[in-house]
C-alpha cells in the first residue's frame, strides 16, 4: 500500500528565503508522485509531478521538486518565496494504474514580510 | 475551457437528515473523483467513477454513495448524516487515468451538519 508522510505541518519562512517542505513516500512500485497547492476557501491546483521521465520536476509559479528513490523522497522547493505562496501544499502518490491518488497531510506554508 | 464546477458551493443540514452534492467535470473528461478534506483526517478518497461505472472505492460506510451520468457529471449522496460528515467535499475530473493524467479540482463544497 502506498503512503505519504510530509514532515511538518506548519512551515514558516521570510519572504526572498529559499522554501523547502519535505515529502517522504512508502510505495511497493515505482510510483507517480505530485505536489498539489490549496489556497483558502479553493481546491487543489497542481503544481507539479513526477512519471517516471526526469527526476527533477519544475513546475508553476517556480517551484520544483527531485524524486530521490534512494531516500524515497519527492521535496519541494523554491528558491525565493513570496507572500502569494503563502497556502497549504500537498504532497500525494499512487502507482501507475487507475489507482486513486493518496494524500499526506499536508504542510501550510507562511511567509513573513 | 471552463474547470470544474461543484454546487452548492456551501451546506448546512442536521443529523439524520440526506444530502447530494453535484459536480460537473471539465469538457471531455470521463474520470471523476470525490474526496473528503477533514482537519483530523485530511484529504480522503470516497470514490471515482469512469462512464458512468465506479471504478474505485475508498474505505467509508454505504451511507457514502455515487452515480455518474452519460455526460460525466457526477452525483454523491450521503443519507442520515452525521456529526462527524462535517467537511468539504472535494471532485476532480480527468481525461482517463486517475494516476498518469492530472486531476482538476472543483472549490469544493463545504458541509455543515448539526
Known amino acids: 500500500a502506498q503512503s505519504v508522510t510530509q514532515l511538518g505541518s506548519h512551515v514558516s519562512v521570510s519572504e526572498g528565503a529559499l522554501v523547502l517542505l519535505r515529502c517522504n513516500y512508502s510505495s511497493s512500485v515505482p510510483p507517480y508522485l505530485f505536489w498539489y497547492v490549496q489556497y483558502p476557501n479553493q481546491g487543489l491546483q497542481l503544481l507539479l509531478k513526477y512519471t517516471s521521465a526526469a527526476t527533477l520536476v519544475k513546475g508553476i509559479n517556480g517551484f520544483e521538486a527531485e524524486f530521490k528513490k534512494s531516500e524515497t523522497s519527492f521535496h519541494l522547493t523554491k528558491p525565493s518565496a513570496h507572500m502569494s505562496d503563502a497556502a497549504e501544499y500537498f504532497c500525494a502518490v499512487t502507482p501507475p494504474g487507475n489507482t486513486p491518488l493518496v494524500f499526506g497531510k499536508g504542510t501550510r506554508l507562511s511567509v513573513i514580510a | 475551457k471552463a474547470g470544474v464546477t461543484q454546487t452548492p458551493r456551501y451546506l448546512i443540514k442536521t443529523r439524520g437528515q440526506q444530502v447530494t452534492l453535484s459536480c460537473s467535470p471539465i469538457s471531455g473528461h470521463r474520470s471523476v473523483s470525490w474526496y473528503q478534506q477533514t482537519p483530523g483526517q485530511g484529504l480522503q478518497f470516497l470514490f471515482e467513477?469512469?462512464?458512468?461505472?465506479?471504478?474505485n472505492k475508498g474505505n467509508f460506510p454505504g451511507r457514502f454513495s455515487g452515480r455518474q451520468f452519460s455526460n460525466s457529471r457526477s452525483e454523491m449522496n450521503v443519507s442520515t448524516l452525521e456529526l462527524g460528515d462535517s467537511a468539504l467535499y472535494l471532485c476532480?475530473?480527468?481525461?482517463?487515468?486517475?494516476?498518469?493524467?492530472?486531476?482538476?479540482f472543483g472549490p469544493g463544497t463545504r458541509l455543515t451538519v448539526l
Open positions: 467513477y469512469f462512464s458512468e461505472t465506479q471504478r
Open positions: 476532480a475530473s480527468s481525461l482517463d487515468s486517475v494516476g498518469a493524467d492530472t486531476q482538476y
